[in-house]
């Protein structure tokens, strides 16, 4: 006697299961809330006034900073906590193209931006045989040379004076657009080069080099090729928003352009995003920026301290950045400490 079939197999599929009719995956949802973050982005002049196109500039800014520091550290491994350097760099070749020998805005960012990765093929090669901490200092002193010889430079660059850009044309309402836009393409175009990077032969050996570097070394892969590449490309995107900024500044001294406090904030900003990510950069800077832009609106005289403390507390919370111990939590298990 045949046994009966079972009801489950005469039930229907439900309608999501349905043959034909493709599932949602999480990658489709992240491209759709990509395009809606896109959108809102691309149209931000035309329903923020200035003081947010302001502080949505910075945020790009920063982002930009960030990715450049991932670049070296997340992806392979060296901490190049005096990157702010090209930041310096690229804007005080700007100014000094643009009121030395009257050349215009593109020409002198674009100067500015292939002079940074010029100074990483001259000092880069020395410089990375170092690792770890020692990078990470000589790094820093990098950083302190290049400002004392932009320091003493009167003549070329106002020395300690600073040094005053042209205006930009237009109100500034058309300005604080116009440089919204800028900061913005610069950060989708670093972001897109450092989905490349992770993707292509580069960004392969150099997360290579991060895991290992002497089995890298040891199978053939010329290192210093490598790590170099991957500096340069971070150094022409921090002086591109260097130059960037200096215009919009309209006007700069080495102790602002070349200051540690923006290196310390772009490394926050990277180690929140989450080292070796792509759009962690991004998030990160959102965070922050709004934090402190939070802070500075509600507790005036006590901002760096409570800013300082929440930082604090969410580094200790995610210690391994938003989107891993985010995942890790999703998944039951605890955040992995370094």
Known sequence: MPTPKSNHSLRKPPSHCAPGRPAPTGAALIALLLLLASLLLLTGPSFLNGYWL???????????????????????????????????????????????LNA????????????????????????????GHYFAIATLGLNEAVKEVVSNATSVTGGGMGISLP??????????????????????LSTWITWEFGRRRLGIACRAIRDNETKSEASGLYTTRYKTTAWMISAAMTGAVGSINAYRMTYIDPSAV???????KGFVIFLLGGAGTVLGPIVGAFFVESLQTLTWSKLLNWHLGAMGLIIMLVIVLFPNGFRDDLRLRSHGAPPISN
């Open 54 to 100: 302001r502080v949505l500039s910075n945020i790009f800014m920063y982002a930009v900073l960030a990715q450049g520091i991932n670049l070296m550290a997340g992806y392979t491994g060296y901490p190049a906590f005096g990157n702010v350097v090209f930041f310096g760099l690229g804007g005080y070749v700007t100014a000094v193209l643009m009121v030395k």
């Open 104 to 131: 215009s805005f593109g020409v002198a960012a674009v100067a500015a931006t292939l002079l940074c990765p010029l100074l990483v093929l001259l000092v880069g090669p020395p410089l990375l045989r170092l690792k």
């Open 167 to 188: 205006l930009p044309p237009g109100d500034a309402a058309a300005n604080a657009a116009w440089f919204y836009y800028l900061f913005l393409g610069v950060m989708l």
């Open 258 to 264: 070349f200051d540690m406090a923006i290196a310390v």
